[in-house]
């Protein structure tokens, strides 16, 4: 099966940056997008970014211009840069992977990890 492992949430002040990891990992035939969705206390999952192979990158209006998303195919890994926190950027951060498997295409969540903007 496949793995997702996350890691880089966290406290942080308003202002203030951090980079989230997803690392892919299992029986991968192909990856079709990577990204990441956030859920905040009492609201819908939300998709916050999201990278295709092919570079193609898909953002949220809330988060244009303070969010990038990048990846590395040798790896099967994609990241999160995030910057210019602010407070209703705190969530839930959950990573997906939309991938073909030996069984067919399949996505994929991680575990989610926490992400606090707070003064």
């Known amino acids: 099966q496949v793995q997702l492992e996350e890691s880089g949430g966290g406290l942080v002040k308003p202002g203030g940056s951090l980079r989230l990891s997803c690392a892919a990992s299992g029986s991968i035939v192909s990856i079709n997008a990577m990204g990441w969705y956030r859920q905040a206390p009492g609201k819908p999952r939300e998709l916050a970014a999201a990278?295709?192979?092919?570079?193609?990158?898909n953002y949220a209006d809330s988060v244009k211009g303070r969010f990038t998303i990048s990846n590395d195919g040798a790896k099967n890994t994609v990241y999160l840069q995030m910057r210019s926190l602010k407070p209703e950027d705190t969530a839930v951060y959950y990573c997906?992977?939309?991938?073909?498997?030996?069984?067919?295409?399949?996505?994929?969540w991680g575990q989610g990890t926490q992400v606090t903007v707070s003064s």
């Open positions: 997906n992977l939309d991938a073909w498997g030996n069984q067919g295409r399949y996505d994929y």
């Open positions: 990278i295709t192979t092919g570079g193609r990158t």
